[in-house]
């Protein structure tokens, strides 16, 4: 059966009775899903794989609370179960990366110039270089501040979105990134002046 | 919108530009088998959730019920504090007994 054309209703019918069968089909259709989650919100040392199979594992472990929610699709019940195990796990970590002005690329230099305005106000042309600045800034936040940007500037959801999948308001979510915002802005500039000194 | 959150809009719409191709979405070779099979080696997984919440519900309200009780037992402590011989005589043939 080609994944898109899961019947998941029938199919969480056969997994609450225990069948293996609709459960590994389960998995297979919702992988897409649950990856790409994983991916943007991992901390840097956990392994997506691991991370995919504990969201799964709490998939099927926390089912029978999904069963009283009319009208909430699974996909988004699971969506919000990946967000918030990636958070924990973000949490989890011990420590943040620290960056330093020497570890980055000259391409990422010249777009930290650019964000703390020391360079002219066109922007560098280097994508790449744009989106190894943009995520190492994001990598010094703390996990909440990290999501929210995360969702919000680089996969641009919306606040409401965003609410729904963190079960935030939509002023927290809306005051979170304010913060982060200031909080990245302070980084740059930290490490802007390490160039300095 | 100051002008960091000016710039910061621009990078991170140059950095959307150049998100680096993922690897494949389907989920790799024997990671379904896997999954299911760790999940049914734990059949009492959710009954243990299920206790490791109440457990902490019911903790938060006896640590409630608690406070209230020793907020009413210091309130209750007024100019006269003299024992209640009964009572107590009571309690102490009680404990013997036991």
């Given at each position: 059966?080609?994944?898109?054309?899961?019947?998941v209703p029938?199919?969480?019918?056969?997994?609450?009775?225990?069948?293996?069968?609709?459960?590994?089909?389960?998995?297979?259709?919702?992988?897409?899903l649950?990856?790409?989650?994983?991916?943007?919100?991992?901390?840097?040392?956990?392994?997506?794989?691991?991370?995919?199979?504990?969201?799964?594992?709490?998939?099927?472990?926390?089912?029978?609370?999904y069963?009283?929610r009319e009208g909430v699709p699974f996909e988004h019940w699971l969506s919000?179960?990946?967000?918030?195990?990636?958070?924990?796990?973000?949490?989890?970590?011990?420590?943040?990366?620290?960056?330093?002005?020497?570890?980055?690329?000259?391409?990422?230099?010249?777009?930290?110039?650019?964000?703390?305005?020391?360079?002219?106000?066109?922007?560098?042309?280097?994508?790449?270089?744009?989106?190894?600045?943009?995520?190492?800034?994001?990598?010094?936040?703390?996990?909440?501040?990290?999501?929210?940007?995360?969702?919000?500037?680089?996969?641009?959801?919306?606040?409401?979105?965003?609410?729904?999948?963190?079960?935030?308001?939509?002023?927290?979510?809306?005051?979170?990134?304010?913060?982060?915002?200031?909080?990245?802005?302070?980084?740059?500039?930290?490490?802007?002046?390490?160039?300095?000194? | 919108?100051?002008?960091?959150?000016?710039?910061?809009?621009?990078?991170?719409?140059?950095?959307?530009?150049?998100?680096?191709?993922?690897?494949?979405?389907?989920?790799?070779?024997?990671?379904?088998?896997?999954?299911?099979?760790?999940?049914?080696?734990?059949?009492?997984?959710?009954?243990?959730?299920?206790?490791?919440?109440?457990?902490?519900?019911?903790?938060?309200?006896?640590?409630?019920?608690?406070?209230?009780?020793?907020?009413?037992?210091?309130?209750?402590?007024?100019?006269?504090?003299?024992?209640?011989?009964?009572?107590?005589?009571?309690?102490?043939?009680?404990?013997?007994?036991?």
């Amino acid at each position: 059966m080609p994944p898109d054309a899961l019947d998941v209703p029938a199919c969480l019918e056969r997994v609450r009775r225990q069948d293996g069968e609709a459960a590994r089909a389960l998995v297979e259709h919702l992988y897409p899903l649950v990856i790409k989650i994983v991916r943007a919100h991992r901390p840097r040392r956990m392994a997506e794989e691991d991370l995919a199979q504990e969201v799964f594992l709490k998939m099927f472990t926390r089912l029978e609370q999904y069963q009283g929610r009319e009208g909430v699709p699974f996909e988004h019940w699971l969506s919000r179960l990946a967000v918030t195990t990636c958070l924990d796990a973000l949490r989890a970590e011990k420590r943040r990366p620290e960056w330093r002005y020497a570890d980055l690329a000259d391409p990422e230099r010249e777009w930290l110039e650019f964000f703390t305005g020391e360079a002219p106000a066109a922007a560098p042309t280097d994508a790449m270089g744009a989106r190894e600045m943009v995520e190492k800034l994001i990598s010094l936040l703390p996990p909440d501040d990290r999501l929210v940007i995360t969702l919000l500037d680089l996969q641009e959801r919306s606040i409401a979105d965003i609410s729904a999948l963190t079960g935030w308001s939509v002023s927290l979510v809306k005051v979170r990134a304010f913060r982060a915002r200031r909080k990245m802005r302070d980084h740059a500039l930290k490490l802007q002046k390490e160039f300095k000194l | 919108m100051n002008e960091f959150e000016r710039r910061w809009n621009m990078g991170v719409n140059s950095a959307r530009g150049a998100a680096s191709t993922p690897p494949g979405d389907a989920a790799p070779f024997g990671f379904a088998t896997r999954v299911v099979a760790q999940w049914q080696a734990q059949p009492d997984a959710s009954l243990a959730q299920l206790w490791q919440r109440l457990a902490l519900r019911v903790l938060g309200a006896m640590a409630i019920i608690l406070l209230s009780l020793a907020a009413y037992d210091a309130l209750s402590m007024g100019g006269d504090s003299s024992l209640q011989p009964p009572v107590e005589n009571a309690v102490a043939d009680s404990a013997w007994l036991l």
